[in-house]
């Protein structure tokens, strides 16, 4: 096994614009998340007009988080023992030749749901892979002092997207086809592989340790998570917060599309208008720390994440649903930014990846089971009170914290 003791390359503050490394992970995982869209708002309205059943989305949505917990933990031990920069590279070649396979079957009509699932399941887990990667490598390309202003630009950068993103992708489904607008996805996950060939990793001192077995790496994270006492209380609080999400996201497009009759213009629009609140998100979370402490800010997202889901509720409209979204998504950017930032700075660098593998699938354990419930409800019962539902568990989750000393994290 070999310990990674990567020294960053040392600019002062604010010299992010000339790390070529970060900038081309930032510009090859910004042209990316931007064909996410295209993925994100056509496949959920594909399964839709192939089945015309909430249960079936909802599917499909659970199997994407699938590989969070049965990859996890192994997806982090990869990362930790092998080359990063490989392991994103493959994996955004994996990403390609799935999304190559779906376009190939829609091209020749021969598309059916369980090939969307077992794709979708190795483009999550690929995707998945990637990004437990992407993280662990930040704090070899940037020092400490800078973690919280790069996850902040990579945030930024990724919501202006899913700003501008799904009212294109719905635009680009409504002119043209499904088929058209997967493949800008296909195209974009190319030149993610291309930034990835060109990044250069900081020299790392490597200290070879005896071989362990996968098993007892994969405790290490564990043992790593549990004893970190600050990171384990917010990994906790997400997994909830994960539950209550899920009992919204499995059914918003179908209660969207079936109940409210919105288009799927309107819909990629409604997608566009919630991802304001997360540009502003990005914006702000620097400012805020300088404020405030991280245990603060992360205890009050929670009471904004109550506003949101009780506005949602009430929503007559897929664009006042897509308000009510918005401040969701401030919400969810500011205790992202503030949640990676904590991982980063109190996890060893050669732990990262098993440490955010095993907390990434302790985090999303519930999110298939919510997606299940909200799939069977949609099927017979009202679908607002699932929104009523995720409010009172989120205002659970506040009081819980306000009360807790992690609220003291500065």
């Known amino acids: 096994m070999i310990t990674r003791e990567a020294t960053p390359i040392k600019e002062e503050s604010g010299t992010l614009w000339k790390n070529k490394n970060f900038l081309l992970l930032w510009g090859g995982s910004t042209i990316a998340s931007f064909g996410s869209q295209m993925y994100t708002i056509a496949i959920p309205l594909l399964i839709y007009h192939m089945s015309q059943s909430a249960l079936a989305m909802s599917t499909m949505r659970a199997i994407e988080f699938f590989p969070n917990i049965f990859l996890g933990m192994i997806a982090g031990v990869f ?159 997400v997994l909830f917060v994960n539950f209550a999400s899920s009992l919204v996201i499995g059914v918003l497009i179908f209660y969207v599309a079936d109940q409210l009759k919105a288009t799927e213009d309107q819909i990629g629009w409604m997608f ?29 997202c929670l009471l904004i994440d109550v506003v949101a889901m009780a506005w949602l509720m009430m929503a007559p409209s897929w664009w006042v649903i897509g308000l009510a979204l918005a401040v969701r998504t401030f919400s969810t950017t500011v205790s992202n930014i503030v949640y990676h930032t904590i991982r980063q700075e109190f996890t060893p660098n050669h732990l990262l990846g098993r440490v955010a593998g095993t907390s990434s699938m302790f985090m999303k354990l519930t999110l298939p089971l919510g997606l299940f419930i909200a799939g069977l409800w949609a099927e017979w019962l009202p679908i607002p009170i699932l929104f009523g539902i995720s409010t009172i568990i989120f205002f659970t989750l506040f009081i819980r914290l306000l009360l807790h000393p992690f609220r003291k994290v500065a």
């Not at 390609?96 to 483009?123: E, K, R």
């Not at 899913?162 to 680009?172: E, H, M, N």
Request: charged fraction near 15%; aromatic fraction near 10%; glycine fraction near 6%.
């Open 272 to 300: 566009s208008i919630s991802a304001i609140g997360g540009l502003l998100g990005a914006l702000v979370i620097s400012k805020i720390r300088k404020l405030l402490g991280r245990g603060v800010i992360f205890t009050y």
């Open 79 to 237: 990362v930790d023992r092998f080359n990063r920069k490989r392991m994103m590279q493959w994996t955004s070649f994996i990403q390609v030749i799935a999304m190559v396979l779906i376009l190939l079957l829609l091209t020749t009509n021969h598309i059916q749901l369980w090939h969307l699932f077992l794709l979708g399941f190795i483009l999550s887990s690929a995707g998945y892979t990637f990004g437990n990667a992407h993280h662990s490598v930040i704090p070899q390309l940037v020092t400490k002092e800078q973690l919280t202003s790069a996850n902040a630009k990579l945030s930024f950068v990724s919501t202006l997207i899913r700003t501008v993103g799904p009212g294109i992708a719905g635009s680009l489904i409504l002119l043209f086809s499904y088929t058209s607008t997967l493949a800008i996805y296909s195209i974009c996950l190319l030149i993610l592989f291309m930034c990835m060939h060109f990044l250069q990793m900081p020299v790392e001192s490597e200290q070879k340790q005896e071989s362990n077995s996968i098993w007892r790496d994969m405790k290490e994270g564990i043992d790593e998570l549990l004893d970190n006492k600050t990171l384990l209380t917010p990994t906790i609080t």
